[in-house]
């Protein structure tokens, strides 16, 4: 069966982060005394259920077990504090990119909207609200992470290592939005690759694996180790997020395909296409990225001057590449010998992922 490794890691561990998860949050909805912060708490649980493949809190456990941690239950409950985060940044992240479907229901802000939102207000209040809940889902993130019962020392370096997370993965949101301000042609290889490494790399692969880490008290190889593997394993993630946001199948990853067209975002796919482009399709290319009217057959011909200009096939082997660099950090790693199967098998699923 292909990617059987990772597959039996991620069937072992992932109800049990659910579980630990949901117990969280359905805790939070309860505490609610006032009609107000219930219906944001809810939305923020309702989030949380709607889908995901809890990937980051997977790594955590991933990490924690790999550098060689032995209380596997206590990692469980401090992993649902990645997903908490993750749920923070979604949500500020739909607000920002202005998209309305997330894992195939509507995001917290549209929802909030079409719920709760009377005829007097509107998408404003709906987005301060929304806004309002990524806020308290980072708060409950810190908080989950401090009641999971580990060691104070390690509590302490664990809080610190989730809030360093987050600063670099907000510097990688800042450029990301920076970049999308900066005409096509302002935009180079190199600025794409580093909020790849920022936003994605150390925040999905990289993040996790140095909390679990900071969980087991780890020396400094394993984090090297985990870097090592995580920064190239990470920007090729990312690099085929993007392909799949443009040539994916909406009904499997729950977005609306040719978002990331509209929305201006500056991917690879993007940047080397003008790069590549005749003087025709680089005209082309700045008159519909970033135009959110865009209609679906405008959207067709932006993929078809990626695929004409060879940008879709430069992304495909930058990531090939990419992968297998972190395939290699692993060999001689001080990692658990099973650990390292499922990183590989991780790493190999990503390129070949289609949601």
């Given at each position: ?21 949901y ?22 649980y ?5 889908g ?13 077990l ?12 401090a ?11 979604l949500?500020?992240?739909d607000?920002m ?13 549209k ?13 404003h209040?709906?987005?301060a609200?929304?806004?309002c809940?990524?806020?308290l ?10 009641r ?5 020392e390690i509590?302490?370096?664990a ?6 997370i ?22 180079r ?5 580093r ?8 925040y999905?692969?990289e993040?996790?694996?140095h909390?679990g ?15 090592e ?5 990470g ?25 990331d067209?509209?929305e201006?975002k500056?991917?690879l796919?993007?940047?080397k296409a ?8 680089r ?40 992968v297998q ?7 001689g ?13 991780l ?6 992922r289609?949601?």
């Amino acid at each position: 069966m292909a990617f059987e490794k990772m597959k039996a890691f991620f069937a072992e561990w992932v109800p049990k982060i659910d579980q630990e998860l949901y117990a969280f949050l359905e805790e939070k909805v309860e505490e609610q005394k006032d009609s107000f912060n219930r219906r944001v708490v809810e939305d923020i649980y309702r989030f949380a259920r709607a889908g995901g493949k809890r990937v980051r809190p997977t790594l955590v456990v991933a990490g924690y077990l790999g550098a060689g941690g032995k209380d596997a239950e206590k990692a469980v409950k401090a992993s649902i504090a990645y997903e908490l985060l993750h749920v923070y940044l979604l949500i500020h992240d739909d607000i920002m990119d202005r998209d309305e479907l997330r894992r195939g229901q509507p995001t917290v802000w549209k929802s909030l909207m079409d719920r709760y939102i009377n005829s007097s207000l509107g998408r404003h209040e709906a987005e301060a609200l929304a806004t309002c809940a990524g806020d308290l889902a980072e708060t409950y993130s810190t908080l989950a992470l401090m009641r999971a019962g580990m060691p104070p020392e390690i509590t302490v370096n664990a809080v610190r290592e989730l809030h360093e997370i987050t600063e670099r993965t907000g510097y990688g949101q800042v450029l990301d939005v920076s970049l999308e301000m900066l005409p096509i042609s302002k935009v180079r290889e190199e600025d794409v690759l580093r909020v790849h490494e920022l936003k994605t790399a150390k925040y999905t692969i990289e993040g996790p694996l140095h909390l679990g880490a900071q969980l087991a008290g780890a020396d400094q190889k394993i984090f090297k180790s985990y870097s090592e593997y995580a920064i190239p394993v990470g920007i090729a993630f990312q690099l085929q997020d993007d392909i799949i946001g443009v040539f994916g199948d909406e009904k499997k990853t729950g977005k609306p395909v040719g978002s990331d067209i509209r929305e201006g975002k500056r991917t690879l796919l993007i940047v080397k296409a003008y790069e590549n482009a005749t003087k025709e399709q680089r005209r082309i290319l700045e008159a519909i990225v970033g135009r959110h009217n865009a209609t679906p057959e405008e959207i067709e011909t932006v993929r078809e001057i990626i695929v004409e200009t060879g940008s879709l096939d430069y992304s495909k082997a930058l990531m090939e590449k990419l992968v297998q660099q972190g395939l290699e950090a692993l060999e001689g790693a001080q990692i658990r010998e099973d650990i390292k199967e499922f990183l590989a098998d991780l790493a190999d699923y990503i390129t070949k992922r289609d949601k």
